[in-house]
């Protein structure tokens, strides 16, 4: 089974508006970490936000939130007031193990278009 | 401070040469992740370093991938005998000591194998 699943392939929205992409994920480990990465058409990785299946709130990061649903495990990145910077693939990940460095686990990504 | 440091960031090599990827974690980083991306995929771990140690190696191919973090100096990933399949973005990332949460990427070296 994939350890972490993004469903869209890709994903359009206007500018200005929200949206949200979508991630589940798999594991059995009761600590993990899940993370949002953007990668520009430039090629960098960019770190977003981060979760812990710890934490009580749902993370947020400016303009970047993360609704996180542990029953579901599901773990989607919401981008409100979007930008046409915005316009990249989406990774999420997972790291498993609480606290220890560990290797992150990526999905196949979501590229995102935002028109005008 | 100076982010997570690679180079080259674009390497050619032609079937059967070597490639030597560098790697200079953040300051204050001592564990360092190579992942590699193939065209139109997601990052795959490779191989975890602390200093001087290979801590997990099992995203790693068993032949002619190799990879070093030693005491002093960067983190290198060498790949002997490049095929085109080897052809790739080479991302590094590390995390520091205390809190291993977050990655931190490099820009990448992409290698294209003719």
């Known amino acids: 089974a994939q350890k972490i699943t993004q469903t869209q392939p890709g994903m359009f929205v206007q500018e200005k508006e929200a949206v949200t992409l979508d991630c589940t994920y798999d594991t059995s480990d009761p600590s993990y970490g899940l993370f949002w990465y953007k990668q520009p058409s430039s090629g960098e990785m960019i770190f977003l936000i981060y979760?812990?299946?710890?934490?009580?709130q749902n993370a947020t990061e400016g303009r970047y939130s993360l609704n996180f649903q542990k029953a579901r495990k599901s773990a989607n990145l919401v981008i409100s007031a979007s930008q046409l910077g915005d316009s990249a693939m989406y990774f999420c990940?997972?790291?498993?193990?609480?606290?220890?460095?560990?290797?992150?686990?990526f999905g196949t990504g979501t590229r995102l278009q935002v028109t005008l | 401070n100076a982010g997570v440091m690679q180079n080259p960031r674009h390497l050619v090599r032609r079937r059967g040469q070597e490639a030597r990827l560098r790697c200079s974690p953040m300051?204050?980083?001592?564990?360092v992740y190579w992942y590699r991306q193939l065209p139109e995929e997601g990052l795959k771990f490779m191989v975890y370093l602390q200093k001087e140690n290979i801590i997990d190696e099992s995203g790693m191919p068993k032949e002619r991938f190799s990879a070093e973090f030693p005491k002093e100096g960067p983190s290198i990933l060498r790949i002997q005998q490049v095929v085109r399949g080897d052809s790739a973005a080479y991302f590094c990332?590390?995390?520091?000591?205390?809190?291993?949460?977050?990655?931190?990427f490099g820009p990448g070296t992409r290698l294209l194998v003719l």
């Open positions: 300051k204050g980083h001592s564990h």
């Open positions: 990332a590390s995390s520091p000591a205390s809190r291993g949460e977050t990655q931190y």
């Open positions: 979760q812990g299946s710890y934490d009580q």
């Open positions: 990940a997972m790291r498993e193990g609480r606290g220890t460095a560990s290797k992150l686990t």
